[in-house]
Structures are given as structure tokens and as C-alpha cells.
């Protein structure tokens, strides 16, 4: 959308072109009288000169009408124009002759032509520009009073917060106590050039999200590199255009306030990560809390069937150990049991689903399945079973009565996902193969463990299995075929008669 007061004002330069083209024509006889061998440059010259006249007299014919239109065109001829000059120049510096006058006047008038637009701009674009600009905290880096002051004066007209330091050490100071949105460095600074101290702001990682421009009056091309490669957003050279200087500080703070947005959702997210890992890492391993947060459906309401083992384990007499001992007493001691429980079931990678009372319910192959779940399962078990020596130990020393466990897993298809409802849920599996262990748990004695046919089927490692039986549970009209397990076995045909018999 163009600049409508710019407009207007565009014919501002035309004086000044139809002065630049007359005094280009004017030079024709002297360039043939003293300087015939730049007859082919000149000639160059005229052409663009006799290109500059004709745009000018369609501007004025109103033919082009169009601010940016204009101005590009006529920065490309003035353009041209001044390198056919510079080009003069050095052929007469080369053949030693006298740098004619004439020639410097050309420039000149270039150099006031292009001039012009920039004081079109001053004049008239800061009425036009956008007034929704982003304001902030702005710290000026400057050892110059004066330069700091005119850049202040610039910063309040914006109705940016203002704060200044004359070098390295103040700036850093003023960082440490303010929350500062963009920072405008000097170059040249006593301390420590502003390039030096662009690389330690960069290299701090609380602040080197502060967008930095370079404002400066060096306009050497390699410490421009160097400071845009040590993370400099922008570079400008003084005398500096302060519209121009206006909208790239807006843009500047706009890109640290994106950027603190995205640090606020980012530590949001941390808490949230730290509250599910705290939540469910009191049931589920490090690995498997990892996995729920890495997946975005992992901890979505709904259900998938899985195959799983499910291990079930219980304190054997534990009603006639409550009525004996006070209410604290009883909590201490399931404490003690639920604790160490818990440690061997998440080190196997088993999911606790449930504590109720004394009886844990734990599986293994979900919300994460992998091959050797029921081998995972059985392990387990052994190592719980092992585990209740120093629960009894611990029992002891705090005069509690010691405890023994049964076991029993059963392996099958389930029901798995969150049950519940948006406000409260809880990660669990449903089905017939739960309903089995919970009738083959009932037929366990106390240290023992129970494995269900399925289970032995299913795993992998070589078992010691005592003799196979079946039991009827109510509510299941097919028999159960149980094995208890031993332990470990050497040889794999242990486990494999166990199960022909």
C-alpha cells in the first residue's frame, strides 16, 4: 500500500534530475576537446542521461504515479549514471590527467537526488507507518552521552522504557536487574568492543535470547559479518534513518516477546511432565513413564486389547494381623510390604494397576507389550517371593509381626486403557483373564506361586514346575489347569513335561 503524503512530495527531485541531465549534455564538447578516449563511457552516460530525462518528463506527464515505482527506477538510473562517473574518474586518475570538476558536480547532484527520497521518508513515512508497534524495555549500550541521548529522545517518541549503559561491565549489571527486551550495542566501547561483548551475551544462556542491533558508525563490511555471526539481529550505520531504526526495535522486541511465550509454555509443559512422572511413577517404571510422554495418544480415555500377564499377590492372614494390631500399626506394616513390593514390580517393568488392602494387582504388557512379559512376570514373582525376608527383617525390628505371600499369574487377552472419566481416571485392564488370576490367587499358600497353563505356554525361560492340576472357580465354567513354580530350571525339558502330564 503506498504512502499517500510521499506521493505527493515525490516531485521534489525533479528539479534536481532535469539539473543533472542538462548538465550531462553540457559536457559533450569537453569530452571530445580534452577527453577523447572516454568517448565510449561518455556516450554510456548520455544514453542513461537521455533515459533519466524521459522518466522524468512521464512522471510529470503522470504516467507513473506510484511512490516505490518512481524511486526504484530512479535509484537504477542514478545509479548508472554515478558508476559511469567513478568509472571516468579512474581512467583519468590512470592516464594522470586532471580529475575534472564537472565530473564531481555530477556526483553531487546524485548524491542529492538519492537524498531526496530519504527526506521524503523522514517527512512523511512515520505519519504513515502502522501504529500498532510492539513496545518494550530497550537498553542502550553507548560510551557516548550524546549518541545515547538522541537515541533515548527516539525511544521515548515510541514509548519504549529506556535504560543505558556506557560499556560492558554496566550493561551486564543492568541485565542482572532488569528484564530487558532488545539491546542497541555500540561498536567502539573503552571496555570491550561491542563484538566481544555480543559473543559473551550470546554465550549466556539467560540472556541470549536478547535480540541485539549493532548501531554504529564503523561501516567496515567484516565486523558486520562478525557480529551477525556472533548473533547480532541487525546491523545499522549512523547517521541512522530513526523511522527505520523505530520499526526494526519493534519487530526486535516482537520476536523476544514470541520467544518468552514459548518459554512459558515450555516450562508448562516441564510441570506437567514433572507431574505425570510423579503421579505415575509411583506405579510405573522410569522407561514406561517415558513412553506415555513421548507418545501423544499415551495417555488418551479409551481401550485396546493386549495380551498380558497379570500377577496378583496378597498377604496370607492378613484380616486376623489387622484385628490383633492398631490401625497405625497395620498401615506401618503394609507400608513396609507396598514399598519393597513396589521397587521389584517397576524394576521388572510391570505396571502396578491397584493396591486394595494387602492384594496388589500388577501387569505386565501394558500400556507397553514387548515379547518376554510373561518371562518378565515370572521373574518377578521370584524376586518378590526373595524379597520378603527382609520385609519380616524389617518387620522385626520395629516389632511387627512377620507376613508371607501368595502369588499366582495368569497370561491372556484383556481390555487395556484409562477407565474413568475426563476429571478422574485411572490406567487399568478389564476382562476374563483378570477374573481367572483373581480365582487362582484364592488357591495360592502362603511363599508360594501359582502359574496358570497359558503362562507356562508362554514364556520362554526354562521353568522347575511342580505337578500340573486344574481347579474350578465359580463364575468360570472351564476348568483351570495351575502349575507351581519352583524356581528357575537347568534344562528345559523340565518345564516342557510339566505341561504333557
Not at 190 to 205: A, V, Y
Not at 296 to 310: E, H, I, M, Y
Not at 425 to 438: C, D, E, F, S
Request: with cysteine.
Amino acid at each position: 500500500m503506498e504512502n499517500p503524503n510521499a506521493i505527493l512530495e515525490a516531485h521534489q527531485w525533479i528539479p534536481l534530475s532535469r539539473q543533472l541531465v542538462t548538465e550531462i549534455h553540457g559536457l559533450e564538447n569537453l569530452c571530445q576537446e580534452q577527453w577523447p578516449d572516454l568517448a565510449s563511457d561518455f556516450e554510456k552516460l548520455q544514453a542513461a542521461s537521455h533515459k533519466l530525462d524521459d522518466f522524468t518528463l512521464a512522471v510529470l506527464a503522470g504516467e507513473v504515479v506510484s511512490y516505490s515505482k518512481i524511486w526504484h527506477d530512479l535509484r537504477n538510473l542514478i545509479g548508472t549514471i554515478m558508476g559511469y562517473c567513478e568509472l571516468m574518474e579512474e581512467e583519468l586518475e590512470t592516464n594522470r590527467l586532471h580529475l575534472h570538476q564537472p565530473l564531481l558536480q555530477l556526483r553531487e547532484l546524485c548524491e542529492q537526488l538519492l537524498a531526496k527520497d530519504e527526506d521524503i521518508a523522514d517527512v512523511s513515512t512515520a505519519q504513515y507507518l502502522s501504529t500498532n508497534k510492539t513496545i518494550g524495555t530497550i537498553l542502550i549500550v553507548d560510551d557516548q552521552i550524546e549518541s545515547r541521548e538522541i537515541l533515548r529522545r527516539y525511544l521515548k517518541q515510541g514509548q519504549h522504557h529506556v535504560l543505558e549503559a556506557d560499556g560492558g561491565q554496566q550493561m551486564f549489571e543492568v541485565l542482572a536487574e532488569n528484564d530487558v527486551d532488545l539491546i542497541l550495542l555500540d561498536l567502539i566501547l573503552p571496555e570491550m568492543d561491542g563484538d566481544e561483548l555480543l559473543q559473551q551475551l550470546k554465550s549466556d544462556e539467560n540472556l541470549r535470547a536478547i535480540p541485539v542491533i549493532v548501531v554504529s558508525g564503523n561501516k567496515d563490511t567484516e565486523r558486520v559479518i562478525l557480529c551477525i555471526e556472533a548473533g547480532a539481529e541487525d546491523y545499522l550505520f549512523k547517521p541512522f534513518n530513526h523511522v527505520l531504526l523505530q520499526a526494526r526495535i519493534s519487530a526486535g522486541v516482537e520476536r523476544k516477546r514470541w520467544h518468552d511465550k514459548e518459554q512459558l509454555y515450555r516450562d508448562e509443559l516441564e510441570r506437567n511432565q514433572r507431574f505425570i512422572r510423579g503421579v505415575f511413577g509411583r506405579y510405573l517404571s522410569e522407561e514406561i513413564v517415558s513412553s506415555l510422554l513421548e507418545d501423544p495418544d499415551g495417555l488418551d480415555l479409551g481401550g485396546v486389547q493386549r495380551k498380558v500377564s497379570v500377577l496378583m499377590a496378597d498377604i496370607r492372614g492378613f484380616t486376623t494381623i489387622c484385628e490383633q494390631l492398631p490401625p497405625q500399626r497395620v498401615v506401618r506394616l503394609l507400608n513396609n510390604y507396598l514399598g519393597t513390593m513396589s521397587e521389584v514390580i517397576m524394576k521388572y517393568n510391570g505396571t502396578i494397576d491397584e493396591f486394595i488392602g494387602d492384594a496388589i494387582l500388577a501387569i505386565f504388557g501394558a500400556p507397553i507389550t514387548r515379547e518376554d512379559d510373561s518371562d518378565r512376570a515370572i521373574r518377578c514373582a521370584l524376586d518378590m517371593q526373595a524379597a520378603m525376608s527382609e520385609i519380616n527383617e524389617r518387620n522385626r525390628s520395629e516389632d511387627l509381626p512377620e507376613i508371607s505371600m501368595g502369588i499366582c499369574i495368569n497370561t491372556g487377552p484383556v481390555v487395556a486403557g484409562n477407565i474413568g472419566s475426563e476429571k478422574r481416571a485411572k490406567y487399568g485392564v478389564v476382562g476374563h483373564t483378570v477374573n481367572q488370576t483373581a480365582r487362582i490367587e484364592g488357591h495360592c499358600e502362603a511363599g508360594s506361586i501359582l502359574l496358570s497353563e497359558a503362562t507356562v505356554n508362554d514364556c520362554k525361560t526354562m521353568l522347575s514346575l511342580g505337578e500340573k492340576r486344574s481347579i474350578k472357580a465359580k463364575g468360570i465354567l472351564k476348568a483351570i489347569n495351575i502349575l507351581e513354580l519352583k524356581g528357575i530350571a537347568s534344562d528345559v525339558s523340565i518345564a516342557k513335561e510339566a505341561v504333557k502330564e
